[in-house]
């Protein structure tokens, strides 16, 4: 079983930040925080990770709370084309399970 | 454009066909991985490569039979295949010398099963 838990669905005016929240209570203390997303018909695409300070790249930013059960991937400036499902997935090794995951609906 | 490439992109097949699905990427990445997509569904971990030998099998039915032929090449073999197979394969390969690398993923063959 995936060790996340993340909303269903989302909402975002396009030009707004989308801010997705992802829970991981179980993280353990070697366990990276990873986020992909997968665009309709194409396969997941990696966005950003991180182990416990906040990372920040061309794409989003990763806020991961000092306890490390909990994260929020931002995407500063929403576009349509950010319109995917969104995966946050804890792991230390080869195995990534993937959760259901959030629909983000970027909104015109 | 991804730099995994999957090949064919659709592939409608009989129950007694036989059939390959390839994957090729030119990373240089050691680790090659193999997902089955059902639709409205996250992708589930069929099987694990690592320098060229399978290192994962995640009690995947016979019918599906891998092959690392090489360190950019991945194959999966189908054979005698049901309806219920019939999915999105993706391919994903991992830079595996350097710790926490992220996977990098192809765009998947569609799979319909007549």
């Known amino acids: 079983d995936a060790k996340t838990t993340q909303p269903t669905s989302m909402d975002c005016a396009e030009g707004r930040a989308a801010n997705l929240p992802c829970n991981h209570s179980?993280?353990?203390?070697?366990?990276?925080v990873y986020w992909y997303r997968q665009i309709h018909s194409q396969g997941p695409q990696y966005i950003i990770h991180?182990?416990?300070n906040n990372e920040t790249n061309e794409m989003a930013s990763l806020i991961i709370t000092e306890d490390r059960k909990s994260s929020t991937l931002i995407l500063p400036h929403a576009t349509l084309r950010d319109t995917a499902v969104y995966y946050c997935?804890?792991?230390?090794?080869?195995?990534?399970?993937f959760g259901k995951g959030t629909r983000l609906h970027i909104l015109p | 454009d991804t730099e995994v490439t999957q090949t064919p992109k659709h592939l409608v097949m009989g129950m007694t066909n036989k059939k390959s699905l390839k994957c090729e990427q030119h990373m240089g990445h050691r680790a090659m991985y193999w997902y089955k997509q059902k639709a409205k569904k996250p992708p589930e971990l069929m099987f694990v490569y690592s320098y060229e030998k399978l290192s994962i099998n995640e009690s995947v039915p016979s019918r599906f039979s891998p092959e690392c032929p090489n360190s950019s090449l991945l194959n999966l073999h189908l054979h005698a295949l049901q309806p219920e197979d019939s999915a999105l394969y993706l391919c994903?390969?991992?830079?595996?010398?350097?710790?926490?690398?992220?996977?990098?993923f192809g765009d998947g063959t569609r799979l319909s099963i007549l």
């Open positions: 179980t993280i353990s203390g070697n366990e990276y």
């Open positions: 994903a390969s991992r830079q595996e010398d350097v710790s926490n690398q992220p996977q990098h």
């Open positions: 997935i804890v792991t230390r090794d080869d195995k990534i399970i």
């Open positions: 991180g182990l416990k």
